[in-house]
C-alpha cells in the first residue's frame, strides 16, 4: 500500500434525515391562468431533482395553495417525523397558507424561492410570465408572519431554479444540517465515568443536552464493558489485530522516551479493548460515547479503560463519536462534523509555532481516521501524559487545506454556545510522540486568533475537520437557539 492511501472506514450507520416539500400557491391563479398550476407542478419538480443523492428521505406533499388545504396536510407532515421542511415558494401565496406549518410543526422551515428566469423579458412581460417568477414576492408576508407567531423561519433560498451554483449550495447546506439534526434528536450518548480532576469546563448537564440537542444520556458503567474484556472472543480479537496492523503504520521511535515501536502486548491489549467496546456499544444500542475512569492501579478495568485509544479512533471514523476526558459536549461536536462528514477529531491547543505563525491542534485521541493526510501511526506509549496508564497511541496529521473547529461551550445562563473558527492546515514537522497534531493557520495572525478564541469562553476541546464550514454551523445554531460566534470573521 502507498503510505499517501490507506482504506476509508465505512459508516456504521448511513446518513439520513426526513425531509418534506410543499408548494404555496393562490387557488385563485389556476382559474385565471390555465396551465400555471401545471407550471408550477415542475417547478417543484425541479426543486425536488436538486435533493437527489443527498442521503435523504424526501416526503412530497404537494401544493397548498388556500389556508384550509394547508391545514390538511398537517397530519401527514407530522407522521412523516419531518428533520426540515422546504416550503417552495413558486408563486405568490398568502401567508395564512403558510400558519399551519409554523405554528403546528417543530421542525425548521426553510424558504425557497427560485425563479425559472434569470429577469422578464420585459419587452414581451406577461402577467403570466410575472406569475411564474413570483417566487419571492410573499416571503417578506411569511417571515413576518412566522415572527408573529413565535417561530421564525429558519432561512430564505433566493436564486434562479437552475444554473445557480449559490443557491444549490445553500440547499445542500441546509440538508447536510438536516443529517446532523435527524440523527442528534434521536441519539443516545453514553457517559461513564467522571471528569478528569479539577476540569471543571467538562462538566455539563444530561438535562440540558436533551434539552438543546434532543439527545438522550445513558449513564454507563466500566463494570458493563469488563465482561467482553475479560473473555474476549479470540476469532474477532484475532480480526481487530489484522485489521489495526492494515491500516495503521507502526514506525521505530524518533526522539520522544515515552515512545517505542508498537508491542505485541500492546497490539493485543488494544484489539482487546476495541472488540470489547463494540460488543458493548451493541448491546448498549449507543450512537456516541464520553468517557473518563482511572480505575485500580494494576486492575483490569484500568488496563481496560486507558486503552481505548485505537478502537475509539476507527469507531469514531465509522461515525461514532467517542470523547475522553468525559467531554460530553465535545462529543456532540464531533458528532455534528461528522454528520456533516467533516470529519470530527477530539482536539485542543498545542505548543504556539510563532516561526510558522501557526498553532498545533491535536490530542492523544479519539481521531477521525478518514481526515488523515496519510496512513496514521500507532506508537507503544511508556505513559499517557497527564493522566493513569500506558499502551497505543495514535499519531497523525489531518489533510492540509481548509479546515473548521467547533467548541461548545457553556454561558454564565447555562446556555450552550457555539465557538467556530475557520483556517487552514498546513504542512510543517510534526513531534513524534504517538498524539495527533496538525499545523492551524489561523487569521488574523496566530496570536489574534487565540486571544479571540479564548476570550469566547469555549471549553478547552474542540472538534476538528476539513473544509470551511462556519455557514452550516450557523445555520445549525439558528435552529438550535444556539448563539454562534465565529471567531475568524
Known amino acids: ?9 465505512p459508516r456504521r450507520k448511513p446518513l439520513d434525515a426526513n425531509i418534506g416539500v410543499v408548494s404555496v400557491g ?5 382559474k385565471q391562468c390555465p396551465g400555471l398550476l401545471e407550471d408550477m407542478q415542475r417547478k417543484e419538480d425541479a426543486f425536488v431533482r436538486k ?52 405554528r403546528e410543526l417543530g421542525c425548521p422551515v426553510v424558504l425557497v424561492a427560485l425563479q425559472p428566469d434569470a429577469c422578464l423579458d420585459y419587452a414581451h412581460a406577461t402577467i403570466y ?10 416571503v417578506p408576508e ?23 451554483p449559490v443557491a444549490d449550495a445553500e440547499i445542500r447546506q441546509w440538508c447536510s444540517v438536516a443529517h446532523v439534526l435527524h440523527d442528534l434528536r434521536r441519539a443516545r450518548i453514553g457517559l461513564m465515568g467522571h471528569v478528569l480532576e479539577a476540569m471543571y469546563d467538562m462538566q455539563t448537564d444530561p438535562t440540558a443536552v436533551a434539552r438543546t440537542f434532543g439527545c438522550h444520556v445513558a449513564l454507563c458503567e466500566p463494570d458493563e464493558i469488563l465482561p467482553f474484556y475479560r473473555t474476549p472472543d479470540s476469532y474477532a ?16 521511535p524518533v526522539s520522544d522516551p515515552w515512545t ?28 456516541g460515547f464520553a468517557y473518563y475512569y482511572e480505575g485500580e492501579p494494576g486492575s483490569e478495568t484500568r488496563e481496560l479503560v486507558t486503552n481505548f485509544i485505537v478502537g475509539n479512533s476507527l469507531l469514531t471514523a465509522a461515525g461514532f463519536p467517542m470523547c475522553g476526558e468525559f467531554d460530553l459536549k465535545n462529543c456532540i461536536a464531533m458528532m455534528i462534523f461528522d454528520r456533516l462528514e467533516i470529519g470530527g477529531s477530539f482536539a485542543e491547543f498545542h505548543p504556539i509555532d510563532f516561526e510558522r505563525g501557526t498553532v498545533l491542534v491535536g490530542h492523544d485521541g479519539p481521531h477521525h481516521l478518514n481526515i488523515a493526510a496519510k496512513r496514521p501511526v500507532l506508537r507503544s506509549l511508556k505513559k499517557y501524559h497527564g493522566k493513569p496508564g500506558s499502551g497505543a497511541g495514535v499519531e497523525f496529521s489531518i489533510k492540509e487545506g481548509p479546515i473548521t473547529m467547533l467548541s461548545i461551550g457553556l454561558k454564565d445562563d447555562g446556555a450552550f454556545k457555539f465557538i467556530v473558527a475557520e483556517g487552514e492546515s498546513v504542512a510543517g514537522p510534526i513531534p513524534a510522540t504517538g498524539n495527533t497534531n496538525t499545523h492551524g493557520l489561523f487569521p488574523p495572525d496566530v496570536r489574534t486568533f487565540l486571544r479571540r478564541w479564548s476570550l469566547e469562553g469555549p471549553t478547552h476541546h474542540f472538534a476538528l475537520g476539513i473544509g470551511h464550514h462556519a455557514a452550516e454551523l450557523r445555520k445549525l445554531g439558528r435552529v438550535l437557539g444556539i448563539e454562534t460566534i465565529v471567531t475568524t470573521d
Open 26 to 30: 393562490l387557488d385563485t391563479y389556476w
Open 142 to 164: 411569511f417571515t413576518g408572519v412566522a415572527v408573529r407567531l413565535g417561530r421564525s423561519a429558519a432561512d430564505v433560498v433566493i436564486g434562479k431554479l437552475e444554473g445557480d
Open 129 to 138: 410570465r410575472q406569475l411564474l417568477n413570483d417566487d419571492l414576492c410573499a
Open 237 to 252: 480479537v484475532d480480526a481487530m489485530k489484522e485489521r489495526i496492523l492494515s491500516f495503521f503504520e507502526t514506525p521505530d
Open 51 to 102: 435533493l437527489d443523492g443527498l442521503s435523504l428521505s424526501v416526503t412530497r406533499f404537494g401544493m397548498a395553495d388556500n389556508p384550509q388545504h394547508a391545514a390538511a396536510l398537517v397530519p401527514a407532515m407530522k407522521a412523516a417525523d419531518l428533520d426540515l421542511l422546504f416550503v417552495d415558494m413558486v408563486t405568490y401565496a398568502t401567508s395564512s397558507t403558510f400558519v399551519p406549518f409554523v
Open 1 to 9: 500500500m502507498n503510505h499517501s492511501e490507506f482504506p476509508c472506514i
Open 260 to 287: 517505542e515501536k508498537l508491542t505485541a502486548r500492546d497490539l493485543d491489549i488494544a484489539a482487546r479493548a476495541a472488540v470489547a467496546l463494540e460488543r458493548f456499544i451493541e448491546k448498549r444500542s449507543l450512537d
